[in-house]
């Protein structure tokens, strides 16, 4: 007799399956799949059982997709293991609400067509992705489409419809798979309609290169966390900082995000121009994480530069919630996580940074999650970088993941993104998405490479997200049409 699963159980499993698309397991044509598996169960619910499956399977997706949170949690925030996978699990149960809402809203409007399913299906789950992305604040992290970088056919569309339009087209197909399976000439002509057509984008240069290649050294500190902070090692990572110098070659050279654990106030003004002396004996600009605070006493996490004839800065503009800033009434956390320089300011200006004959557009960390946000500093940007310390999060897949992020914003800018991190990944990142050269994690290392600027527009950096937004709308309009007809 054939086990049978319950359905709730089927989509908790789906769920989780889903995690295995992204990096760094890259098995992008199971994210279809899973959201097939989805689309199934919808088929015939009822609205609540459909909000139902969906809060199944997005918590099977996000309490896997962000397991790597409890080492934060626990490891460095000193909250007890249980209460730490509890704190997880409240969230991915709090991310789960807008596959629910996608639940039910598809059967709300469903109308038994199955093209208009199809879209309606793909519709309701990007906007539900597309709201996850910036209601209180946003955490975008796991959208659909990041599961599509190259060799996916669908990364072409990226630099077209940015990283919800390829989650909807991710999602389209998925549908159709269900709601066209007896319709099966119809069902291969639109995959190989859309596949062909995210071959034949990619294909495409929407940005050109501008000037001679500049060569770069991005730094990877590996710094542990829990020595990063300790007062007494302090002067270790200062010693660290300057090893790494001395092995670093390039016009632009990069040291990550909290390269300096403290305010810039606070660092040894001989530690600075020695910093600066190191970087101009060897012909280089430098960019330096650490942080900073203004007149009024607020903070920020900054990167500054050094070496250069005119000091910059920019401060982060995107916190990050529970870990850079406490949401109100959330107080309550901050005494069982203890996290250091956890009340921040956000920074206010995008303004690229002019270093070695370059516009360098800076996002710090968890900020490369929100593409529409970073196409701000462009069309002046020639190249994105990226400073980050993920070493928060141990050896679990937050890494790969977040470089899988960097990969989407290269592919819908158009331009290079650098990365500098602690303790990984160090990467260059071509804007094709493919990924140019990377450092090993968990090392001490400089990487070396010569990138060129990038000068032009992508349609997705003219448009941001409008352009999905429009086809969303329409796909809504013609399933609301055709339900009341």
């Not at 090893?243 to 001989?270: C, F, K, M, Q, W």
């Not at 050269?437 to 997200?465: C, D, I, K, M, S």
Request: aromatic letters at 12%; one cysteine or more.
């Amino acid at each position: 007799m054939p086990l049978r699963l319950p359905a709730p159980l089927l989509a908790v499993l789906g769920g989780l399956a889903s995690v295995l698309a992204f990096a760094p397991f890259g098995l992008s044509p199971l994210m279809p799949a899973c959201l097939a598996l989805l689309a199934w169960l919808w088929r015939d619910a009822a609205p609540r059982r459909a909000a139902w499956l969906g809060f199944c399977w997005g918590w099977g997706a996000f309490f896997a997709g962000v397991g790597w949170l409890i080492v934060a949690l626990h490891r460095y925030g000193g909250m007890p293991a249980p209460l730490a996978a509890l704190s997880i699990a409240l969230l991915a149960a709090y991310m789960a609400l807008w596959p629910t809402l996608a639940g039910w809203l598809f059967a709300r409007l469903r109308s038994r067509h199955w093209l208009a399913d199809a879209a309606l299906f793909a519709a309701c789950w990007t906007t539900g992705e597309w709201l996850r992305g910036w209601v209180f604040t946003g955490f975008p992290w796991l959208a659909v489409g990041y599961s599509q970088t190259p060799p996916s056919p669908l990364a072409g569309f990226a630099p077209v419809l940015g990283v919800y339009g390829v989650g909807f087209l991710a999602s389209l197909l998925a549908a159709l798979a269900v709601f066209a399976w007896r319709e099966r000439g119809k069902l291969a002509a639109a995959w190989v309609l859309v596949l062909g057509a995210g071959l034949a984008l990619s294909l495409v240069s929407w940005t050109a290169p501008l000037g001679s290649p500049v060569s770069v050294a991005l730094v990877q500190t590996n710094v542990p966390q829990e020595m990063k902070w300790d007062a007494e090692r302090f002067n270790k990572v200062l010693n660290a900082n300057l090893a790494s110098l001395r092995d670093a070659r390039g016009r632009i050279i990069v040291l990550p995000e909290t390269a300096l654990p403290t305010l810039l106030d606070n660092v040894p003004p001989n530690y600075l121009e020695l910093m600066t002396l190191m970087l101009r004996q060897r012909g280089g600009e430098g960019v330096v994480g650490v942080f900073t605070r203004d007149g009024d006493g607020h903070i920020y996490n900054s990167a500054v530069t050094l070496g250069s004839d005119r000091a910059q800065q920019y401060s982060k503009r995107h916190l990050v919630p529970f870990g850079e800033f406490s949401p109100p009434m959330f107080g309550w956390f901050y005494q069982l996580a203890h996290i250091p320089m956890s009340d921040q300011s956000r920074g206010r200006s995008a303004t690229p940074l002019a270093i070695a004959g370059q516009k360098l557009a800076l996002n710090i960390c968890y900020e490369d999650v929100f593409g529409e946000e970073l196409i701000a500093s462009l069309p002046e940007a020639t190249l994105m970088l990226n400073i980050s310390n993920l070493a928060w999060y141990g050896d679990f897949h937050a890494q790969p993941q977040h470089l899988q992020i960097a990969r989407m914003r290269a592919l819908e800018t158009g331009r290079p993104m650098l990365r500098s991190t602690n303790t990984g990944m160090t990467a260059v990142v071509r804007p094709d998405g493919s990924v140019q050269a990377v450092l090993p994690a968990f090392t001490r290392g400089v990487l070396n490479a010569e990138v060129r600027g990038y000068q032009g527009l992508t349609p997705y950096a003219r448009w941001g997200n409008w352009a999905i937004l429009f086809v969303i709308a329409c796909s809504l309009a013609v399933s609301l049409w055709r339900r009341r007809a």
